[in-house]
């Protein structure tokens, strides 16, 4: 028996994910990439290290 809802699951993971990447291509067009959302400030290399597609600062991250 294959079982077809781990494989829906994932299916929905890699959508949102390949969604989170558009977006952060759009943040990339329009000069908003690597700005935190709520405050503006820039996010340092660190932080996009560890996630490259963070939206947040460390202090706006939930
Ligand atoms: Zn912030």
Redesign the pocket.
């Known amino acids: 028996m294959e079982d077809h809802s781990a494989d829906a699951a994932m299916l929905d993971r890699i959508e949102g994910e390949l969604e989170a990447v558009e977006a952060a291509m759009r943040r990339l067009d329009d000069g908003s990439y690597a700005r ?1 959302e ?2 503006g ?1 820039e996010l340092d290399a660190a932080a996009l290290d560890g996630d490259p597609l963070a939206t ?2 460390a ?2 991250r939930t």
């Open positions: 935190c709520v405050c400030a947040c600062c202090s706006h």
